[in-house]
């Protein structure tokens, strides 16, 4: 009897054994056949809270009766991958807040991870489906693509598509585009009304010439139309430079207090044009710290050619900012929080070899060492450089 009863139980142990595995396995979601499985995002559902004004996991018992529910997905790091969306009941899609499109039950929908960073240039996107309350007929699953050519999936997944795309252009990419025009044509008036001093100061071989016969400085003051023409486009650059790091989220030197916080084109030209004036004085401001502290020195006759050295390498170094600028936007690079500790160090490497190359250009021919002409290097260039590196971050 004991032999029958334990028979019995054993028997009925792994039935309840295999049955357990079976709807398990039933239970789990296969994705297509092409697709493998990298991620399911089962426990990572998230709700709004109203009382705390933010995303909360999901409870089945708080918010079974919840329509609309959430999910956060890292596009940065899930680079190459899909996303493949499935409910068993209708449902719409939307991202960051906007309607996306409305999923068909039953039906797969698949998203590639690349083309939401390259439209949306965000390192995290907000999902969100409202239809039927609850996660249980709900599966999102981040997959790696076996093999191309399976283009049924891609027709069902257009099929219930809404008309409501989003723009596939940045108010950025807008806003320098208008900048680049604004440069090129006050570079061009520049070109056509002085070419001779225009070509020049934007000659990297004028830079370092130092013979004291053939300077810029003799036929264009500091304060000559020529001149502050060219401070103007070099207060443009400067500015570029700046409102580019300010979207990205680096406040230099606290210039997040003159910027409006918008990201509309209106509002960064408007931002692009306060940062010009500011660069504009502040240049100005240095020339008459020069013309002062080279009056104590006794280097008045030089100023004025140190002045030209500087605006010329500013506005080449710049420049190449510009062009960098453009690069990283039209790429969709975006900056990270890692690469703030290194954002300083372009602008250090340059400004330190600017105040090497003022003294070799700009020293008194015959003379190894003038103890002036550094002194007075040291308080417009290295002070003012360590000050900065000091409040920049």
Same mark, same amino acid.
């Given at each position: 009897m004991k032999s029958v009863f334990r028979s019995i139980s054993w028997a009925f142990l792994s039935l309840m054994l295999s049955l357990g595995a079976l709807a398990q396995n039933v239970s789990k979601v296969s994705p297509p056949a092409r697709f493998?499985?990298?991620?399911?995002?089962?426990n990572d559902w998230l709700v709004y809270n109203s009382q705390y004004k933010n995303y909360v996991p999901f409870s089945q018992e708080i918010n079974e009766a919840a329509p609309y529910i959430s999910l956060h997905i890292d596009l940065l790091k899930n680079r190459r991958y899909a996303l493949l969306l499935k409910t068993e009941s209708e449902c719409y899609l939307f991202l960051e807040g906007a309607l996306q499109n409305k999923i068909e039950a039953g039906k797969w929908q698949e998203?590639?991870?690349? *083309?939401?960073?390259r439209i949306y240039k965000k390192d995290e996107l907000l999902f969100t489906f409202y239809g039927r309350p609850g996660i249980a007929d709900k599966t999102v699953l981040l997959c790696n693509k076996k093999a191309r050519g399976? &283009?049924?999936?891609?027709?069902n997944s257009r099929s219930g598509f809404i008309n409501m795309k989003p723009v596939s252009f940045s108010p950025f990419g807008n806003f320098a585009a208008v900048v680049l025009l604004i440069v090129l044509v006050l570079n061009a008036w520049l070109y056509n009304t002085n070419t001779p001093s225009f070509v020049r100061l934007i000659s990297p071989i004028d830079?370092? %010439? %130092?013979?004291?016969?053939?300077?810029? *400085?003799? %036929?264009?003051k500091p304060l000559s139309n020529t001149v502050i023409t060219f401070v103007v486009a070099l207060a443009m650059l400067m500015a570029f430079a700046a409102t580019f790091l300010l979207v990205n989220r680096f406040n230099l030197f606290s210039f997040s207090t003159l910027f409006s916080g918008k990201s509309g084109t209106?509002?960064?030209?408007?931002?692009? *044009?306060?940062?010009?004036? &500011?660069?504009?004085?502040?240049?100005?401001?240095?020339?008459?710290?020069?013309?002062?502290a080279g009056n104590m020195l006794n280097l008045d006759k030089q100023v004025d050619l140190i002045f030209i050295k500087i605006i010329q390498s500013s506005y080449l170094f710049y420049a190449f900012c510009f062009l960098m600028v453009f690069f990283l936007n039209f790429n969709h690079v975006n900056l990270t929080a890692e690469m703030r500790p290194y954002l300083a160090?372009?602008?250090v490497l340059f400004y330190f070899s600017r105040f090497i190359s003022l003294y070799i250009v700009t020293r008194p021919s015959g003379s190894l060492i003038n103890l002036y002409l550094f002194s007075y290097l040291c308080v417009i260039e290295i002070i003012p450089l360590i000050i900065g590196i000091k409040f920049a971050l």
């Open positions: 493998f499985p990298v991620y399911d995002f089962k998203m590639s991870i690349d *083309s939401l960073f399976d &283009v049924g999936l891609a027709e830079f370092f %010439n %130092n013979d004291p016969r053939d300077q810029l *400085s003799k %036929n264009h209106a509002e960064l030209l408007g931002d692009f *044009s306060v940062l010009t004036i &500011v660069f504009f004085l502040l240049i100005y401001a240095k020339y008459i710290c020069m013309v002062m160090l372009p602008f």
